[in-house]
């Protein structure tokens, strides 16, 4: 599963860059990586984190009660799979401009500030491996987030990818000042298809 993990994560950076500089395949790779995360964190995040391999989920030697992992530590594993799933589904939400996806990011940020100081209360066990490795995914996970909530990189590719089309650029501010109307919505869509294909023909 790691190397799934491994997989996924570069999908979504190259889905990121590829969306950046309007690109090909930029939705399909972030489409694709979101919902390995989802998989992987949120319905698997138990077995992930414990070096459950996947063939040893549904024997459920795991739950016995000579079992070298607690209770406590699958519980752990399954709030941090969902902690990591909620911001990277806001991740997901932000570049998409789907609504409540700063809601879902603070709500993620919550469970993150919430889980370091679990850690932190508990250091004999934040030395262990297993809290490091789940440590470092949020960390990775918020500061991504943080970029998307704290700067227009929409906004910013648009100008850097159409300069010359401020007609483009005002119709985006429109639909972000009310993402809601859907008449701003259809029409900064269409001027986007139409400034990608004339960029494409001039390519």
């Not at 414990?50 to 070298?68: A, G």
């Not at 985006?172 to 400034?195: C, G, H, T, W």
Request: glycine content about 4%; proline content about 3%.
């Amino acid at each position: 599963m790691k190397k799934l993990e491994k997989t996924a994560g570069i999908l979504f950076l190259l889905g990121i860059i590829q969306i950046f500089f309007h690109l090909p395949l930029g939705n399909l790779f972030l489409n694709i990586s979101t919902i390995i995360i989802v998989v992987l964190y949120l319905l698997l995040g138990f077995a992930y984190f414990n070096d459950i391999n996947f063939k040893s989920i549904f024997k459920f030697e795991y739950l016995d009660y000579h079992s070298p992992i607690s209770k406590r530590r699958l519980k752990f594993s399954a709030y941090s799979g969902l902690g990591l799933t909620t911001i990277a589904i806001g991740i997901f939400f932000k570049i998409k401009h789907y609504p409540g996806a700063s809601v879902i990011l603070i709500l993620g940020f919550i469970m993150v500030l919430a889980l370091f100081i679990a850690l932190y209360l508990k250091k004999k066990e934040n030395k262990d491996l297993f809290f490091k490795t789940i440590a470092n995914r949020f960390a990775i996970l918020s500061i991504i987030g943080i970029v998307f909530m704290t700067t227009n990189l929409e906004l910013t590719s648009l100008k850097y990818n159409f300069p010359n089309n401020p007609e483009l650029i005002r119709s985006y501010v429109k639909m972000s000042k009310n993402p809601n109307d859907e008449i701003n919505v259809q029409e900064f869509r269409s001027l986007y298809r139409k400034a990608v294909a004339e960029k494409q023909r001039d390519n």
